[in-house]
Nanobody, 124 residues
Framework: QVHLVESGGGSVQTGGSLTLACEVSGYTDSNYCMAWFRQAPGEEREGVAALAFDGTSSYAESVKGRFTVSKGSAENTLYLQMNDLKPEDTATYLC??????????????????WGKGTLVTVSS
């Protein structure tokens, strides 16, 4: 059974940084895409960043240049380095996986497994 567990959320001030982590377990095949999504209260969920198994990455326009997605050396941990955080980045951040490319992942076209999320709060 596949499990995804996010960590690293917290509260920061505008301009601060946080690094989120998502540990994935239970896959027998490593060729899956890993992605970060976020959902603010009262808002729809949106794709933030995705990293395909071949290293291709995709980012939402709102986070380009500020967020960086990467994998750990063990390949089953996905990180999201978030710099220059803004109040509009406040949301629950969720990790998801699927056997698709990174662009499709950002549009939620085929994500199979989801974590429960970690809360990021950015104050002004």
């Amino acid at each position: 059974q596949v499990h995804l567990v996010e960590s690293g959320g917290g509260s920061v001030q505008t301009g601060g940084s946080l690094t989120l982590a998502c540990e994935v377990s239970g896959y027998t095949d490593s060729n899956y895409c890993m992605a970060w999504f976020r959902q603010a209260p009262g808002e729809e969920r949106e794709g933030v960043a995705a990293l395909a198994f071949d290293g291709t990455s995709s980012y939402a326009e709102s986070v380009k240049g500020r967020f960086t997605v990467s994998k750990g050396s063990a390949e089953n941990t996905l990180y999201l380095q978030m710099n220059d955080l803004k109040p509009e980045d406040t949301a629950t951040y969720l990790c998801a996986t699927g056997f698709i490319d990174s662009d499709s992942a950002l549009r939620e076209l085929g994500m199979d497994h989801w974590g429960k999320g970690t809360l990021v709060t950015v104050s002004s």
